[in-house]
């Protein structure tokens, strides 16, 4: 098994934070601690759409993960609630994170029920924090998947003959 991480591609929507669209998904999903999106009304919330990976094309997704590295502002001990939705709009997770003080990793459940690779391809999120005042530096969900078992060439370029008697009915034979 394999895994690949998936991170925000687009925001589709965001209300109260100081950052807004592309602003705003840059830097929760460069990859980094650094730059943050911090929650400036108690009215705050997103949605995002994640990228794809043609890593687990063709293959079977065992699980995933949603990931949040987040904080306090200061003023308490915020939370957040996540929905993970399939294209179609079913919930695939609900999960409240809770962050303390500095920057932390917060995760929800393993999800394993209806994943195939066109439900990675087509999930989006609605990220909903509380109003006691939070930055978020990253959004990231962790696929784990089972690539898809490659192909024997239908052509293969070389032909490996041991002795013996052969018949040849139709193409090009180079002896080398």
Same mark, same amino acid.
């Given at each position: ?8 591609? %687009? &925001?589709? /929507?965001?209300?109260?934070? *100081?950052?807004?669209? #592309?602003?705003?998904?840059? +830097?929760?999903?460069? =990859? !980094?601690?650094?730059?943050? %999106? &911090?929650? /400036?009304?108690?009215?705050? *919330?997103?949605?995002? #759409?994640?990228?794809?990976? +043609?890593?687990?094309? =063709? !293959? ?6 949603? /990931? ?109």
């Amino acid at each position: 098994m394999a895994t690949v991480t998936v991170r925000p591609d %687009a &925001i589709s /929507s965001s209300t109260g934070w *100081n950052l807004s669209g #592309t602003a705003l998904q840059e +830097a929760i999903s460069d =990859g !980094g601690v650094s730059s943050t %999106a &911090i929650q /400036s009304n108690v009215t705050c *919330n997103f949605t995002c #759409t994640f990228g794809n990976s +043609a890593a687990y094309t =063709g !293959g079977t997704i065992n699980s995933m993960v949603v /990931s949040a590295i987040g904080g306090s502002t200061g003023r308490g001990t915020p939370q957040a609630d996540l929905v993970l939705y399939k294209a179609d709009e079913t919930v695939l997770e609900e999960v409240t994170l809770t962050f303390a003080g500095a920057a932390s990793t917060q995760t929800g459940g393993t999800i394993t029920a209806d994943l195939e690779p066109s439900v990675v391809d087509g999930m989006f999120m609605v990220f909903d924090p509380n109003s006691t005042g939070m930055f978020l530096a990253e959004l990231f969900v962790t696929v784990d998947y089972t690539a898809a078992p490659e192909e024997a060439d239908p052509n293969p370029a070389y032909v490996l003959l041991n002795s013996g008697k052969y018949k040849i009915t139709a193409g090009k034979v180079k002896i080398l």
